[in-house]
């Protein structure tokens, strides 16, 4: 069936949608991650543009993380002095992110830097999430116990806050900078960054895993519901119609990935989702080197009617 | 005063007059767009009247018909390799080009009339003109410039310029017809037809019609929201995510 999505300006077949939307929910419940760093290029693989694709994704992150957000709030597994911190940092990025998308949509970069962006950061932190799977798939094969954690720099630095449900002590300024940098990225690249948010929190911040994907998926939910409405307001991108049949396939796949995730192993796990970060970003950056088919393109600048 | 006036114009009028008039229709004057609309044809019914001033021996006409859609600012992107990679260094922006043209004859441009005629009376994609900025300036530029031929190959790719020089058949001598191709994302807004008649190479009548596309249903309703209340519209959608993520969450609650 197809349907003609309004922002877009594209026919889609429904169906087709509505099965990358599910597929990309299956993945995000199996590893606990929103999955906008796969939906965002899948849609740009069939041919919307990267523009509208992260604008757009932004709305179906938030309506995943949201359901998935509430599901931690009832077994109390969000810590809200620490969510609220992050999100004091999450929403001056994601202002600034839209911000830069603007200036780079209108000097013609846009693409570009999505592609780079990409390139760069998911095979950075895919290689880095598949080695370090490797050596934990290692460790406990040879049955050695994991390093014990240690405080590190972070730990030393000034405005100490107590985060009373993650029971951690921590200084307020690396909680705010690394809202920042999440709430930029994700408004530019259409992630809503758990993927990276999620290791951050545990090994820099040594946020305790009992609270970490709750809290985390609180400053997706906030930080994507602003993205969707300043990408609205500033850059009219955001396709509803596609986003529901996205966030309608996406919330009902991430329940079955989510039964699935649970039958496999920790460490066989990230090694899977470091795997598939990678892939992503090799794809994007091979669609980078090699000559594009078409050295032209064409950008209406509004009828005037 | 004012009926001495109508006189004055209907004498120059009268004057002025061809040998021929053409009477044209379009089969539909307003195309809507439905969201499942996958692109349309329009027909162009016309006649050639002659009067007693005819030349008896002009028997055989050419006609040419150019749809106009809606003008648009457009900018052309050029991609070159830059440390390995392809970025979009050199553009060009075309000022208030159509956003759909098409041009239709019965036999090719070049047979009809003259190179200098065709130049003038825009006849073919390569004489249509397009105005570009470049540095300030606004001219259009020869045919074979490389960002003017990417664009209109663009265009063309997607069913959105296109030139048919066998589109239009004549019934009977005077008596012709020709379909309008208007693919699934046809730009709406109004559509200016121009029908020029030649005949031994020689512009003799010209007549101008129009037809309108207008967006209808729910799709355009969600487009035209979104550009003009755009932060009602970021709210809906954010409303929608929470709607959509709450429900969920109920759906398929477990415990």
Redesign the interface.
């Known amino acids: 069936m197809?349907?003609?999505?309004?922002?877009a300006?594209?026919?889609v077949n429904v169906f087709l949608v509505l099965a990358m939307g599910a597929a990309v929910g299956f993945v995000s419940g199996m590893f606990g991650i929103g999955g906008g760093f796969l939906m965002t290029p899948l849609l740009i693989f069939i041919g919307i543009t990267p523009a509208v694709a992260v604008a757009s994704v932004a709305?179906?992150i938030?309506?995943?993380?949201?359901?998935?957000a509430?599901?931690y709030w009832?077994r109390r597994a969000i810590d809200p002095a620490l969510a609220s911190v992050l999100l004091c940092g999450g929403i001056t990025g994601t202002t600034l992110g839209v911000w830069t998308f603007t200036q780079l949509r209108a000097l013609?970069?846009l693409?570009?830097m999505i592609a780079?962006s990409y390139v760069v950061l998911l095979t950075t932190v895919g290689s880095l999430m598949f080695s370090e799977g490797l050596r934990a798939l290692m460790r406990t094969r040879r049955g050695a116990v994991p390093p014990r954690r240690t405080h590190n720099w972070i730990h030393g630095l000034p405005l100490k806050m107590r985060f009373k449900r993650s029971k951690i002590y921590l200084s307020v300024i690396p909680v705010v900078i690394v809202g920042i940098v999440i709430g930029f990225i994700g408004a530019i690249m259409g992630i809503g960054g758990g993927f990276i948010l999620v290791p951050i929190m545990i090994y820099l911040l040594r946020v305790p895993t009992s609270t970490v994907i709750g809290t985390s998926m609180v400053l997706t939910l906030v930080t994507?519901?602003f993205a969707?409405?300043?990408?609205?307001?500033?850059n009219?991108l955001?396709d509803?119609?596609l986003?529901?049949i996205l966030?309608?396939g996406g919330?009902?796949g991430?329940?079955f990935g989510a039964r699935a995730g649970q039958k496999i192993r920790g460490e066989q796990l990230r090694l899977l989702l470091g795997l598939l970060i990678l892939s992503v970003g090799v794809r994007f950056a091979i669609e980078?080197?090699i000559?594009?088919e078409?050295?032209?393109?064409?950008?209406?600048?509004?009828?005037?009617? | 005063m004012r009926a001495l006036l109508a006189l004055l114009v209907v004498l120059l009028l009268g004057s002025a007059a061809q040998a021929e008039r053409l009477i044209v229709s379009v089969s539909n004057h307003r195309v809507t767009v439905t969201?499942?609309?996958?692109g349309e044809e329009l027909v162009l019914f016309g006649s050639v009247e002659k009067d007693a001033t005819t030349p008896a021996d002009r028997t055989a006409y050419d006609l040419v018909v150019t749809v106009m859609g809606?003008?648009?600012?457009?900018?052309?992107?050029?991609?070159?390799?830059t440390f390995?990679?392809?970025?979009?260094t050199d553009?060009r922006?075309f000022l208030?080009v159509p956003?759909y043209l098409a041009l239709f004859a019965n036999r090719p441009f070049d047979a009809i009339t003259s190179p200098e005629i065709a130049r003038r009376q825009q006849i073919g994609l390569n004489n249509v003109r397009l105005t570009q900025r470049v540095s300030g300036d606004f001219a259009d530029v020869v045919p074979n410039d490389a960002?003017r031929s990417?664009?209109i190959?663009?265009?063309t790719e997607r069913g959105l310029y296109r030139e048919d020089p066998s589109a239009v058949t004549f019934l009977t001598p005077t008596l012709f017809r020709t379909g309008i191709p208007l693919p699934?994302?046809v730009?709406?807004?109004?559509y200016e037809i121009e029908i020029k008649l030649f005949a031994n190479g020689a512009l003799v009548a010209k007549t101008e019609t129009a037809f309108e596309i207008v967006k209808v249903g729910f799709?355009?309703f969600?487009?035209t929201t979104?550009?003009q209340n755009?932060?009602i519209?970021?709210?809906?959608?954010?409303a929608?995510?929470?709607m959509?993520?709450?429900m969920?969450?109920i759906v398929?609650?477990k415990?």
Do not use: C
């Not at chain 2, 809606?70 to 390799?81: G, L, N, W």
């Open positions: 197809q349907l003609y999505l309004p922002i300006d594209l026919p709305s179906h938030a309506a995943s993380s949201f359901s998935g509430l599901t009832r013609g970069q693409d570009l780079l994507m519901l969707t409405l300043l990408h609205a307001v500033t009219h955001v509803a119609v986003a529901l966030m309608v919330v009902t991430a329940q980078l080197v000559r594009p078409d050295l032209f393109t064409i950008r209406e600048l509004g009828v005037s009617t | 969201p499942n609309y996958s809606p003008r648009a600012d457009m900018v052309t992107r050029r991609k070159e390799r390995g990679i392809w970025i979009n553009y922006q208030q956003s960002f990417a664009f190959r663009l265009r699934a994302e730009p709406i807004g109004t799709e355009q969600v487009a979104a550009r755009g932060l519209y970021g709210l809906a959608t954010a929608m995510a929470l959509t993520g709450w969920a969450s398929f609650r415990d």
